[in-house]
């Protein structure tokens, strides 16, 4: 038998008050540029940064979720059919960027606590009997992915890119504004 959800979602709710006030040590290696599976283009992990930032909200709020929140207040999808949907808009990029590679010596982008719990979803998805079920675990995962984002954006070297992109100084003809 699986894991029970209510489980799965304590779970996922302890380590969202863990990273309340503190970024997990993970996601700061991260964007310090310190990748232990050896992602990354060369030296250049710039890219691994940019990717950890928005897959974090792309799985969460800005795409999935609306998504699959519009289909558990739509009484003609069944809720067989969200749990899939959710592990097929989902399961890909939690694996990638928290999954271990068959021969890679660690997370391919160090947030293995995402693909973890997103494993203990899968295994506790027969144990969901309702909708509200699966709205109660999938609100939970949407906060700890957008508690990553958030630590993203905070932790983000931006300084990094702005002193290597030109600056646009003058302003462009046809772009006065008239009152």
Same mark, same amino acid.
């Given at each position: 038998?699986?894991?029970?959800?209510?489980?799965?979602?304590?779970?996922?709710?302890?380590?969202?008050?863990?990273?309340?006030?503190?970024?997990?040590?993970?996601?700061?290696?991260?964007?310090?540029?310190?990748?232990?599976?050896?992602?990354?283009?060369?030296?250049?992990?710039?890219?691994?940064?940019?990717?950890?930032?928005?897959?974090?909200?792309?799985?969460?709020?800005?795409?999935?979720?609306?998504?699959?929140?519009?289909?558990?207040?739509?009484?003609?999808?069944?809720?067989?059919?969200?749990?899939?949907?959710?592990? =097929? /808009? #989902?399961?890909?990029? %939690?694996?990638?960027?928290?999954?271990?590679?068959?021969?890679?010596?660690?997370?391919? +982008?160090? @947030?293995?606590?995402?693909?973890?719990?997103?494993?203990?979803?899968?295994?506790?998805?027969?144990?969901?009997?309702?909708?509200?079920?699966?709205?109660?675990?999938?609100?939970?995962?949407?906060? =700890? /992915? #957008?508690?990553?984002? %958030?630590?993203?954006?905070?932790?983000?070297?931006?300084?990094?890119?702005?002193?290597? +992109?030109? @600056?646009?100084?003058?302003?462009?003809?046809?772009?006065?504004?008239?009152?």
């Amino acid at each position: 038998m699986g894991k029970d959800w209510r489980d799965v979602k304590n779970s996922i709710e302890d380590e969202i008050d863990r990273i309340w006030d503190n970024p997990p040590e993970e996601l700061v290696s991260g964007m310090r540029g310190e990748f232990k599976s050896g992602a990354g283009v060369g030296d250049f992990v710039y890219g691994n940064m940019f990717y950890l930032t928005f897959e974090t909200s792309k799985i969460g709020r800005h795409i999935v979720q609306p998504g699959i929140s519009a289909s558990l207040a739509d009484e003609s999808i069944s809720l067989e059919a969200i749990k899939k949907m959710w592990q =097929y /808009l #989902s399961a890909p990029t %939690a694996k990638k960027i928290g999954g271990v590679a068959p021969g890679c010596p660690a997370p391919w +982008l160090n @947030l293995k606590q995402v693909s973890d719990f997103w494993a203990d979803i899968e295994d506790c998805m027969d144990s969901i009997k309702t909708r509200e079920d699966l709205k109660s675990l999938f609100y939970s995962w949407v906060n =700890y /992915l #957008s508690f990553l984002n %958030a630590w993203g954006y905070v932790l983000f070297p931006w300084d990094y890119s702005w002193d290597k +992109l030109p @600056l646009k100084t003058e302003r462009p003809e046809g772009l006065e504004v008239s009152f």
